[in-house]
């Protein structure tokens, strides 16, 4: 029926974008010519020539079900995350943009059922740390994931004392759980944009973001796009 929603169409693209946030596609994606489209579906889709974009939603849950939905709906060679983070690492600014190597959870903690588990890990025989490809020749940083936006690193202390992780987000580890089970983890790439230090100025520094944040991004996603 006309105006029903779109629950199964796949579609080959070379490259498929999985972003978080609807302000993000717009500064990165749809200013580098990225077009929505007119389909009514679960989740908005944007595209480009031969490259798709999938708007997943903020947390974990949304992550893992719009990253669930996209493989149903999308075949591709390549699947990349693209989004904010806030850095754990002094040497990682604002703008800065790095390409995760592993990811892990970092708000998953059953070791009170089971403490062989580590942080994030629901069994001792069960992925805790998710290794990703180097796709783009970046600095390489290890990611935690977790549904809470950090504004006190006390929060992160056991698992910054344990694991040193580099960049914390709301997304990429489930969207690479979900990905592993799938079969694609080896397709999976990730960029990161710093935009705060996730300390207790993170949330005024997010409400003020500038132009400039999307500098280093809008001219990498270019160059991606560009070459496809």
């Not at 006390?154 to 709301?170: A, G, H, R």
């Not at 100025?201 to 796009?225: C, H, M, P, Y």
Request: charged share 30%.
């Amino acid at each position: 029926m006309a105006g029903d929603i779109i629950t199964k169409m796949v579609d080959k693209k070379k490259i498929v974008f999985l972003v978080a946030m609807g302000f993000e596609v717009e500064k990165m994606f749809q200013s580098n010519g990225f077009i929505k489209s007119a389909k009514k579906t679960v989740f908005p889709i944007y595209e480009k020539d031969d490259l798709g974009l999938v708007e997943i939603g903020v947390s974990k849950t949304m992550a893992a079900a719009g990253a669930q939905w996209a493989i149903s709906n999308f075949e591709t060679e390549r699947w990349v995350n693209v989004g904010l983070c806030g850095s754990l690492n002094n040497e990682l600014g604002f703008g800065d943009v790095v390409e995760v190597g592993e990811c892990r959870f970092h708000d998953l903690d059953v070791r009170g059922l089971n403490p062989e588990c580590k942080i994030g890990q629901v069994s001792p025989d069960q992925e805790y740390i998710y290794k990703l490809k180097d796709h783009f020749g970046l600095k390489k940083a290890k990611c935690i994931t977790g549904d809470i936006f950090v504004n006190e690193r006390p929060k992160l202390k056991e698992i910054i004392e344990e694991y040193s992780p580099d960049v914390v987000e709301m997304e990429l580890t489930a969207i690479a759980q979900v990905m592993k089970v799938n079969g694609q983890l080896s397709k999976l790439s990730s960029l990161k944009v710093v935009s705060d230090k996730a300390n207790d100025e993170a949330g005024s520094d997010f409400d003020n973001i500038e132009e400039r944040l999307f500098e280093k991004i809008k001219k990498f996603v270019s160059q991606i796009t560009s070459s496809i």
